[in-house]
């Protein structure tokens, strides 16, 4: 796909993976608009970067369908291509879970990501168009007090296997991105970045990606494709 001139929304666009991803995506000509829950936040990387901004909470079920009208008409009645980013996390070993960590993390990594992404859908069919979710590591091998998390992601590739086998016949692309850990704000209280490591991945890396996913000759895709680190430690 040539970027330029797509159309392109990206959910948690306000820091990390997201906003680089959307930068990126700004620069090679495409209109993106970015989604977040701060409205200070979202509105001022959209300045810093050139993107449309959308105070969005993915987790407000109820409000998805008008939010998803909203944001096709922000960027002009058309979806090229729609980055499912937003996620959070919830860690607890077993005998601590609590369910209001399961409803907390499955409204915006499970549910809210798939709710949008069929209110999506129509626009993303008309434009053979791509959709990438943003798994995680955690989605191929689960990890102590990983429960909550490592299941939506799980959750999360099992849409992606499943969204596959029904969009291929129009040729719609769909892949899942799993990154080992990255040096973001991801689970960080206060939404303070963590400093770049020189061994470790940052957001720049998983950008270029999901870039080249969506840049690939649309008679191809790539189902998923999992980043790590060289040697982080």
Excluded at 161 to 172: D, G, H, I, M, T
Aim: glycine share 8%.
């Amino acid at each position: 796909m040539n970027i330029k001139n797509k159309k392109i929304i990206i959910t948690g666009g306000s820091l990390g993976i997201g906003k680089v991803t959307a930068e990126t995506l700004v620069s090679k000509g495409a209109t993106v608009l970015i989604t977040g829950r701060n409205a200070e936040r979202i509105e001022k990387t959209a300045l810093e970067i050139g993107a449309i901004p959308m105070v969005f909470d993915i987790s407000d079920l109820d409000n998805i369908p008008q939010q998803a009208q909203e944001a096709i008409t922000l960027l002009g009645g058309e979806v090229d291509v729609l980055i499912n980013n937003a996620g959070i996390g919830e860690f607890a070993p077993l005998g601590e879970i609590t369910k209001e960590q399961f409803y907390k993390v499955y409204n915006t990594n499970v549910f809210g990501l798939s709710l949008l992404t069929q209110e999506l859908l129509p626009s993303l069919k008309t434009s053979k168009g791509t959709i990438i979710n943003i798994g995680s590591t955690a989605s191929q091998k689960g990890f102590a007090s990983g429960s909550v998390y490592a299941s939506s992601k799980f959750a999360v590739r099992a849409l992606t296997q499943s969204w596959q086998a029904e969009l291929r016949k129009y040729n719609v692309r769909v892949c899942l991105v799993n990154p080992s850990e990255v040096t973001t704000a991801f689970n960080n209280t206060d939404r303070v970045e963590r400093p770049i490591e020189a061994q470790k991945l940052d957001s720049n890396d998983i950008a270029h990606t999901i870039v080249s996913v969506i840049e690939m000759n649309g008679k191809g895709f790539i189902p998923e494709v999992t980043v790590w680190a060289t040697n982080p430690f």
